[in-house]
């Protein structure tokens, strides 16, 4: 456990220096959410879901773009951009993309369409399919990453990674923690099984190459729950080594439960 602790506090303080590098030492990263076309405008106005006020994140911002003609320039200088919208407005969503900064980290959550097959959005780091149901929940697990405001944090190469995905596949899980008596590593188990066989969008793939984890629990969530779903779920995936982008984010109601979040390529 004293490792677990160490662990969490290095990889947070490397963020931390990381993030003040990225933004001259004097603000927090910029954040915007983009919802594209028709669709994505009704999505990006429902913005993150009940688990983050906005006031938490004063520079996550949201913008509506129904033509590359109205994106603004603080989306394109922006520190890291999170785009949603259909698959039928693939072409907008590559503009945007292309419009983007080399330096922005983003990500494209993209609803699948019955006739149009989600592809990935060329100039864009990351596309990750995702039903209508689950869009709110996984931008606010997006931005719950990339800003970090959590008890453990994924390293800092979270970004290189991003940057190389492509694309992701995603898969979540939920459970109740009714019975305080169960080992973790039971539940974890269990949690773990529910996560990978639960897609957010048909036809997804679990892939080992890459693996993103954010686990989101009540307050009672310990370093040694915490500690045995990510070995779950590294022995799950058969992976050589740990998934090392794996965080924890703890809430005063945490919906009474804990969701694993899993992203895979």
Not at 8 to 27: C, H, K, S, V, Y
Request: aromatic residues 4%; charged residues 25%; contains cysteine.
């Amino acid at each position: 456990m004293i490792d677990i602790v160490e662990d969490a506090i290095a990889r947070r303080e490397a963020l931390e220096d990381g993030n003040r590098a990225d933004t001259n030492e004097f603000a927090e990263p910029r954040v915007c959410l983009v919802g594209y076309g028709d669709r994505g405008v009704k999505l990006a106005e429902q913005g993150w879901d009940d688990r983050y006020p906005d006031p938490k994140y004063p520079e996550a911002t949201a913008h509506c773009v129904e033509g590359i003609g109205a994106l603004p320039r603080s989306v394109t200088t922006a520190d890291h951009v999170i785009l949603v919208g259909h698959a039928t407005d693939h072409e907008l969503a590559v503009s945007i993309g292309d419009a983007l900064s080399d330096e922005t980290t983003s990500v494209a959550v993209s609803v699948p369409a019955a006739n149009e097959p989600t592809r990935h959005v060329g100039p864009v780091d990351t596309t990750i399919p995702c039903g209508p149901d689950d869009v709110q929940e996984l931008i606010t697990d997006v931005l719950t990453v990339l800003t970090a405001r959590i008890e453990i944090s994924p390293p800092p190469q979270i970004y290189d990674e991003l940057r190389a995905v492509g694309r992701l596949d995603g898969f979540r899980g939920q459970r109740c923690r009714d019975d305080s008596t169960a080992p973790p590593r039971d539940f974890a188990e269990r949690l773990v099984s529910d996560a990978l066989a639960s897609p957010i969008a048909p036809g997804s793939d679990v892939g080992t190459e890459h693996v993103f984890s954010l686990l989101s629990a009540d307050e009672t969530v310990t370093l040694e729950t915490a500690d045995a779903i990510r070995d779950a779920l590294s022995a799950r995936l058969n992976a050589r080594t740990e998934p090392i982008l794996f965080a924890v984010d703890a809430t005063v109601d945490g919906r009474a439960g804990y969701r694993l979040s899993v992203l895979c390529a």
